[in-house]
């Protein structure tokens, strides 16, 4: 498909670029022409080729196109759990309401309930997530079915997965389509033993390959992990080599100064997960720091069973909001590092160097946002607007690799919302009976 | 106008009724009818005049219908510094930003921002906003034309209005249309001589009203209070006799136990801006502590020049998220003490006993949320799915005394969106020359 948006105020989120009036081209999976509307003419111009019979011709009446955001923690099948398993701390939620369920879960009902988060994404704006379940396979096959970009990677602890299946996802899930890669991880510190690590840390050295994990998320999973090895889950994580080829964690709640030197030292990137640690009540994590030291951030969802929505508006707001609080500045986290971390450190955290920005010879994961409505109104400052003020009422369009896959209230992802629903509610009414 | 909604999901917010299958009757600006479809038609056989020919007979779908939302605080044409004056402390952000442009503001200025902010509250399901701003006139002017339900109290201070303005306002505005009505209220202690207070009080007791101010919102007023007077804000403004007939504060951050021993003799209401509050680093009110105590809290939105957005999906999440953090404790504030804030408790603060909860005879002030998108699926617990989970994107109509206000993106207000864009878009170049 061809597609040309014009009359688009254009965010393209390169370095010191500011906003402009104009047009942007997408061909096949990705952006071929982005510039204003007299440099489009002269682009058509001396390259008559690259401006083909248009297939479609949008006119963006003003609105905003800018990189799709990424959502860089999430666990889509929990749309399962979301408002069942409330208004309990951490353990408490994942022992007794959680685990439980999940542990009934087949990789059929994680196809399908993956498939209402995507829709959810997909309102929200959302290109990419990084996403971490149960059953890769299955996960995969629900992005791929829908057509949302999706990076992997694996819940490996003592009660399921293996590093042997972790090596099967890694080299089965890249490269596999178009929608998916898997990057090597394993889901945290207290649910893995030393020797599951240090096996991890074998295949981390194998590939040279970063990794991922939950990562200092609760003040007591860092007391535990100190009593257990004296030394902080970041710290200890590192001893054994994991960030060796660096990668970052999620959340990163309760870290001191000699995990930000670690952090620094092996460039790892740092996801926050503002909603689920306020209302899991794990705490504010210590984002001025890690800008001022320079390591990067990148915000996710979290699942919708601790969240409970899956929306980075939401996110954005909170991770400045929440910032502001802990250091008790208002001047705290401004906007444009807010945004930033949403699209363009989302997009590098989860290798996707092809979708992080608006340019010509990029993935066309673009979105626009709906400037006419009252809350972006006036139009004062763009970039504030959206993250203080902006909501998935603002998005008008999200296209992944040159496909709309979602346009004022209406799918495009191979599936019937109806459908979708129906099927959730089937597999809630059997897992919960 | 009579309307029938049928194949409705219908949250009364009566205490202690669940959510029913059912229908809702609206006849003029009241609600004739709330029941189950059979008890419709046994209602419809016994009094057949109350089921008369309908003007509109809407198919809910399987729907939400619930009470409009009730924004308990905010400052609507403060539209005009949306996005203008972020990331910054309070008072720099008052005397820098927010009053050398007041002072430029007329009231007509004022009758036209008012609307943007409307438009947003009805996309947000909000159906009467508790409002403080420079020209009540103008400001009750906008709402009336509108369709909207205004509370207003007065911003009276050292600087501008005056006492006996106080009292023009609270005659002239109450009873003057079906959308305006007033309460007496100040500014705030820091911005009012103690005269000028003294005064207030007399008003208050000659009316035998309750009184509002803006209470304890930053750790230095409250100090600085003390220096003044040795009495926090909440414990001065009681000394002068302001609380003798109730009423309330809004933000109420920094309060301690001795406050909150007036604040349960005195029957005040909490208004906490829990947006605005995090944005300007002001601190997290202690709200799961007022509970506790039987003081009763709505929630508001503060004005949109330091939130930036008036959006009760957003102040509800925070009120329980930031609770929650405050107390290290995921079980505090639940989803449905923070829903009755939003609503009933709301109502009853402005003094709207007939907006409070649908049943027949109250006010047709009703939202109805889309349940099939995504974030609400699958439907596991409504209420916990409006507070944790639901956005604007939810809200797919806003009724407001019997008229649709806001349907599915189109505006009912008596102007066009683009004009009243065009109006600000005046202003602001105006005032910001």
């Known amino acids: 498909m061809n597609i040309r948006f014009f009359n688009a105020r254009i965010l393209t989120m390169e370095e010191g670029k500011d906003i402009f009036q104009g047009e942007l081209w997408v061909k096949g999976d990705r952006i071929s022409f982005v510039g204003t509307g007299d440099e489009a003419k002269e682009y058509q111009k001396a390259h008559p080729e690259k401006a083909p019979s248009w297939d479609r011709e949008i006119d963006c009446e003003q609105n905003l196109l800018m990189p799709g955001f990424k959502d860089a923690h999430t666990h889509s099948a929990m749309t399962l759990m979301r408002s069942k398993a409330d208004d309990l701390p951490l353990q408490d939620w994942l022992n007794t309401q959680i685990f439980p369920i999940e542990a009934r879960m087949t990789a059929e009902d994680i196809y399908h309930l993956s498939k209402i988060a995507i829709m959810e994404y997909l309102t929200s704006g959302i290109t990419a997530v990084f996403e971490m379940y149960l059953t ?60 599951l690590l240090e096996k991890a840390s074998k295949l981390v050295h194998k590939y040279k390959a970063p990794f991922w ?113 802990r250091d008790m500045d208002a001047s705290s986290i401004d906007a444009a590092q807010v945004l930033k971390m949403a699209t363009v450190n989302g997009a590098h955290a989860m290798g996707l160097e092809d979708a992080d920005i608006l340019a010509s010879g990029k993935l066309a994961d673009i979105v626009m946002l709906d400037m006419q409505q009252p809350n972006m109104q006036p139009v004062n400052n763009i970039v504030k607007n959206i993250v203080y003020s902006a909501s998935k009422s603002n998005v008008a369009m999200t296209m992944i690799g040159g496909i709309i896959r979602y346009e004022r209230g209406s799918f495009n992802i191979g599936a019937n919302p109806g459908d979708i629903y129906r099927k959730a509610e089937e597999i809630s009414k059997r897992l919960y009976s």
Chains 1, 2 share one sequence.
Not at 139 to 161: I, L, P, Y
Request: some cysteine; overall charge negative; glycine content about 10%.
């Open 136 to 195: 890769p396979y299955s996960v995969a096959d629900s992005f791929r079915d829908c057509g949302m970009r999706c990076v992997q990677t694996s819940c490996v602890n003592n009660f399921s997965q293996s590093v042997e299946m972790l090596e099967d996802y890694y080299r089965d899930l890249n490269g596999r389509d178009e929608y998916n890669s898997f990057i090597l991880g394993v889901h945290a510190e207290y649910t893995c033993s030393k020797e």
């Open 213 to 325: 994990a939950h990562l200092s998320e609760t003040k007591s999973e860092v007391e535990e992990c100190r009593e257990r090895y004296g030394m902080s889950p970041v710290g200890f994580m590192d001893s054994l080599g994991l960030f060796d080829y660096g990668g970052g964690g999620y959340h990163l709640v309760w870290t001191d100064d000699k995990d930000m030197e670690i952090m620094k030292k092996r460039g790892l990137y740092a996801v926050t997960n503002p909603g689920s640690n306020s209302k899991l009540a794990s705490g504010i994590a210590p984002i001025a720091r890690y800008l001022e030291k320079g390591i990067p951030v990148a915000i996710g969802t979290d699942g919708p069973a601790s969240n409970n929505c899956l929306d980075m508006f939401r996110e954005m707001f909170l991770t400045t909001a929440l910032g502001k609080l």
